[in-house]
C-alpha cells in the first residue's frame, strides 16, 4: 500500500504524530504541480542510435568483408602482370591495392547500403524488436528517423570521398596500371587545336609531353573576326619550373601584326610568353575525369566550353554523378526499410534477394545512363539522375505500401 492510501485510514487526529501538516496536505492534494513545457524529448533516443549503431556497423563490416575478398580475386588475376613488369611489393600495395580499395568501396556503396539496411532490419524484424517498437506507438515515420540519419552520414562520407579525395588516390593507382598492367601510357599528341582565351587560337602539329615539348607551333589572334596577329615557331616548350602557370619558351618565332593594309614582321630566338594552356589541355587519357577533383573538373568543363573543345559528355556526367550517387544512400535506405520491416516466413531470404536484385539493378542504369549521355545525346545532368528518378518512384510505391 502507498504511503498516501496509508495516511487516508488513519484518523485526522493522529495524522500529525506520523507526518508533519504540511507534507500530508502535499500528499493528499490531488493537484499534480504543472509540468515545464519547456522540457523537450531528445531527437534521437536510445532506442535510435541502437538502431544507428546496427546500420552503419553492418555497413562497414559488409565493406570490409567484400572488399577483402574483390582483393584477394584481384590480385589473384594480375599476379602474372605484376610479376612480368617487376612491379615492386611497395608500388603494388600503396600505390594500387590502398587507392583501388577506396575506390571500388566508394562505386559500390549502394549496394553495401541495401545490404546492411536488408540484413539487421530483417533481424530485427524476426526478433520480434520491430513489433516491440511498434506497440509503444512508435509509427514508421517515426521508425525511419534513425535509417535516415544513418543514411545522411553514409551520404556525406560518400560525397567527401568521390569529390576530394578518391580522386588524388586514382592518380596513383591508373599510373600505376598505365606502367605495369595495360602498359598503354599516351605521351603524345597531333595536331592540337585548341581556343586559348577570347579571339586566340592555338595550334602545335606534335607535341611530346615527357619533353614537355611542342613543334610547328602557331598562334592567331582575331579582333572583330579579323585577324590581327599570326606567330609562328618552330618550337614552344612549358617551362616546369616557374613559379606562375601557363609559362612557355618559344624558340625560332616569328610575328606578324597585321594594322590594316599595313603589316608588321619580327623575328627572334627565343621569348618567354604566357599562354592559357597547359600540357595536360593537350593530353586525354583514358579515365581521366576519375583524376580530377569536384573543383578541377568543373574548372575544366568550362575552360574546355570556353575553347570550343568537343566530347566533354564523360567529364559532365561525371561532375553531375558525384551529386547524385550520395542521394542513393536515402533512396535505398527507405526501400531496404519498407521491404524487411514485416515479419515473414522464409526469413530473410526472399528480403535479401529483391534488395540484391533492385541494387545490382541501381548500378546497372547508372552504366547505362552514362553511355545514354555519351551515345544517345541525353542531357549530362538528367543521365546522372535516371537512376535516381526511376528508384524515387519504386521508394515512393513502397513506402505507402509499408504497414504504418
Not at 500529525?16 to 531527437?43: A, N, Q
Request: proline letters at 3%; one cysteine or more.
Amino acid at each position: 500500500m502507498k504511503f498516501a492510501e496509508k495516511i487516508k485510514c488513519v484518523p485526522a487526529k493522529c495524522r500529525k504524530f506520523f507526518t508533519p501538516d504540511s507534507e500530508i496536505k502535499e500528499v493528499l492534494s490531488d493537484k499534480k504541480k504543472p509540468v515545464d513545457s519547456k522540457i523537450r524529448k531528445p531527437i534521437l533516443g536510445k532506442i535510435d542510435f541502437y538502431i544507428i549503431k546496427k546500420f552503419l556497423g553492418t555497413y562497414f563490416f559488409s565493406i570490409a568483408l567484400i572488399m577483402a575478398i574483390a582483393t584477394i580475386f584481384d590480385f589473384n588475376e594480375r599476379i602474372d602482370k605484376f610479376a612480368s613488369s617487376h612491379a615492386t611489393w611497395h608500388e603494388i600495395i600503396f600505390d594500387y591495392y590502398l587507392n583501388f580499395i577506396p575506390y571500388l568501396a566508394n562505386l559500390f556503396s549502394a549496394l553495401f547500403v541495401f545490404i546492411s539496411v536488408i540484413f539487421f532490419t530483417t533481424k530485427l524484424a524476426d526478433n520480434s524488436e520491430i513489433i516491440a517498437m511498434r506497440s509503444t506507438g512508435m509509427g514508421f515515420n517515426r521508425l525511419l528517423r534513425p535509417y535516415m540519419v544513418s543514411a545522411g552520414v553514409i551520404a556525406l562520407l560518400s560525397f567527401v570521398l568521390g569529390a576530394f579525395v578518391i580522386p588524388h588516390g586514382n592518380v596513383e593507382r591508373l599510373n600505376f596500371d598505365q606502367q605495369y598492367i595495360h602498359k598503354k601510357k599516351v605521351t603524345t599528341a597531333e595536331n592540337v587545336q585548341l581556343q586559348v582565351d577570347t579571339g586566340v587560337v592555338a595550334y602545335i602539329q606534335h607535341f611530346d609531353n615527357d619533353t614537355k615539348t611542342g613543334f610547328n607551333f602557331s598562334l592567331d589572334k582575331f579582333s572583330d573576326k579579323k585577324l590581327v596577329s599570326h606567330l609562328t615557331a618552330s618550337s614552344i616548350k612549358y617551362d616546369t619550373l616557374a613559379q606562375k602557370r601557363y609559362k612557355w619558351k618559344i624558340r625560332d618565332y616569328e610575328v606578324r601584326e597585321l594594322h590594316g593594309l599595313r603589316e608588321k614582321i619580327y623575328k627572334g630566338a627565343e621569348t618567354d610568353s604566357i599562354i592559357m594552356m597547359e600540357p595536360s589541355d593537350f593530353m586525354y587519357s583514358r579515365n581521366q575525369q576519375e583524376t580530377l577533383t569536384s573543383l578541377e573538373l568543373y574548372e575544366f568543363i568550362e575552360k574546355q566550353k570556353m575553347r570550343g573543345a568537343a566530347n566533354l559528355s564523360m567529364f559532365e556526367v561525371e561532375f553531375y554523378k558525384r551529386f547524385a550517387s550520395p542521394f542513393a544512400a536515402f533512396i535505398l535506405t527507405v526501400i531496404g526499410v519498407s521491404l524487411s520491416c514485416q515479419k515473414r516466413k522464409g526469413g530473410m531470404g526472399l528480403s535479401l534477394g529483391i534488395g540484391l536484385a533492385l541494387s545490382f539493378s541501381y548500378i546497372m542504369f547508372e552504366t547505362v545512363s552514362s553511355t545514354f549521355a555519351v551515345k544517345a545525346y541525353v542531357p549530362p545532368l538528367v543521365a546522372a539522375w535516371i537512376p535516381n528518378i526511376l528508384f524515387s518512384i519504386i521508394a515512393f510505391i513502397l513506402y505507402r505500401r509499408a504497414p504504418k
